[in-house]
């Protein structure tokens, strides 16, 4: 189940006058930043112009994962693994959370050895990843034998439901006393003397002493109607359900062109990742050259497209003033149509895969933008020309696996504590001071 806008409206707190930190965005990052906040005794409020979870946060993979992550990123992903296990039993909800593995199989030996590269890193780490032959593959994917040489394999990695996790954590979070707005856009901020001093909603005005954006897709569009530019751009995603199916994997796996999470409903979330689709427009040409090497490293797995409403995208509307209706209110949930090419493509890939889920029907099928930052991983900084104002956005698909983790981070950086990880990587300075544009694993 996805949500859209016409959801009912689950979180709608009256808005207060001040609080300590406004949270722009109820996705995983924002409901987790401000979890965190609330757990520390911050007064805290969440914003959303939709839906708690109304995006991406509900609608990716669910899939948890350590296994070839960005170095930099992987310490995050460790603690986030820890902290979805341990929130599943402190929310006092069942949202899916179990450990069965993640599993990338690999058809020929030039794959295997792009895997095996990655393992130099897992005993960085002391993780449990390891090699395995195509007989052992064989022994976990119970469909259709003797078509990998082998794969790489992370019995830790886990999976959760979306849909489920993320309005159970913020239910949570408001019994732990966060406010919690749905229907409710930050059309901008307010600014005195040169530092944020809180927002400005469609309903009003709500004084802070520090905002932190989280606005996955639309961060750019944000930032830009305050003269800030963030290199960011959407992909749209395509996902389908299975209706129940038999038990060939209890856990996640990329196989060849597709990829499978076993569902606590017994059906299968299945995606094609070389049907990821980028629509060309205004920031496509703008971002350009930033985003040449992740274009480059990416070019199997993102489709350029010039479909759809590309003048809108030529022209986006980039100023407004506070008293102004926002493009947050005219499109309060993107809710973009899924790919019939990937559908196709899906189809096309179990009967190929695994048979024994290709005909299996499609009881849902949907679609959502995943926000891209050059290096394919996340800003997670305040922004030096707006202080008080934190980002943290552009997780470039890997949002719901790292989300705990990096509310952690927000919440002490907003709180002014020292950080736990080496935050360099995740600098919003990177896109203007020079330095490469190295793309970490891809979507």
């Not at 207060?16 to 409020?45: C, H, Q, R, Y």
């Not at 059906?267 to 070389?274: D, E, I, K, L």
Request: glycine share 10%; aromatic share 8%; net charge neutral.
């Amino acid at each position: 189940m996805i949500f859209t806008d016409q959801s009912p409206i689950q979180f709608y707190e009256p808005l207060p006058e001040s609080v300590d930190v406004v949270v722009i965005g109820g996705g995983v990052i924002g409901i987790s930043t401000a979890w965190f906040l609330a757990k520390n005794g911050v007064s805290v409020l969440v914003c959303d112009k939709g839906r708690v979870a109304g995006e991406q946060s509900s609608r990716n993979w669910g899939w948890i994962r350590q296994q070839s992550r960005d170095p930099a990123e992987l310490p995050i992903v460790i603690e986030s693994i820890n902290h979805w296990q341990s929130l599943s039993a402190e929310i006092g909800e069942d949202i899916g959370f179990t450990r069965q593995g993640v599993l990338y199989a690999a058809k020929n030996d030039k794959e295997l050895a792009e895997h095996e590269r990655w393992m130099d890193v897992a005993m960085q780490h002391q993780l449990d990843t390891k090699m395995l032959s195509g007989d052992e593959v064989d022994k976990l994917i119970k469909d259709k034998p003797g078509q990998y040489k082998g794969a790489i394999f992370t019995p830790s990695d886990a999976r959760a439901e979306p849909f489920k996790a993320v309005p159970a954590l913020a239910a949570a979070l408001r019994k732990k006393g966060g406010l919690i707005r749905e229907n409710c856009a930050v059309r901008s901020l307010d600014v005195q003397a040169g530092r944020v001093t809180g927002v400005v909603t469609e309903h009003g005005r709500v004084a802070a002493q520090s905002v932190v954006c989280a606005g996955g897709a639309w961060s750019t569009m944000f930032l830009a109607n305050l003269g800030i530019n963030l290199p960011q751009l959407s992909v749209r995603a395509t996902v389908a359900r299975t209706a129940p199916a038999p038990d060939i994997y209890q856990g996640n796996a990329a196989l060849g062109e597709v990829a499978i999470r076993r569902r606590q409903d017994g059906g299968y979330t299945v995606a094609s990742g070389p049907e990821n689709e980028h629509f060309i427009g205004a920031d496509s040409f703008r971002h350009f050259f930033k985003f040449m090497p992740a274009l480059y490293q990416s070019i199997r797995f993102i489709k350029l497209r010039f479909g759809g409403d590309v003048i809108q995208r030529m022209l986006p509307t980039r100023q407004w003033r506070d008293d102004e209706v926002t493009p947050f209110e005219q499109t309060r949930v993107l809710n973009p149509q899924p790919s019939d090419n990937a559908l196709r493509a899906m189809r096309k890939e179990l009967k190929k895969r695994l048979p024994t889920l290709a005909d299996i029907p499609f009881a849902e099928t949907w679609a959502g933008m995943i926000d891209v930052t050059p290096d394919v991983v996340p800003v997670m900084d305040e922004i030096e020309t707006h202080p008080g104002l934190f980002l943290a956005t552009g997780f470039s698909g890997h949002g719901f696996g790292i989300g705990p983790g990096a509310g952690q981070i927000m919440a002490n950086m907003v709180m002014g504590n020292r950080a736990a990880h080496d935050l360099t990587r995740f600098k919003m300075a990177r896109f203007t001071d020079g330095s490469p544009m190295i793309p970490g694993p891809g979507l």
